[in-house]
């Protein structure tokens, strides 16, 4: 599997948007590869990073000015 193929493979599954073949393949994938695990990693860090980001809320118009 291509690089560019498992992170795009653990965006979703980090979202949980995987069928259950492809969730295998990218489970059986982390166990086996440190490389593809450390990349797991890595992309739950960010998407956490960027859900927190989301749900943080706007600050007052007077703040941002």
Known sequence: ???SRLESLLHDYVNGDL???ERREVEQRIETDPKARALHAEVKAAQGALRLLRERPEPPVAARD
Do not use: E, F, V
Request: no cysteine; glycine share 16%.
């Open 19 to 21: 069928g259950d073949t």
């Open 1 to 3: 599997m291509r690089r």
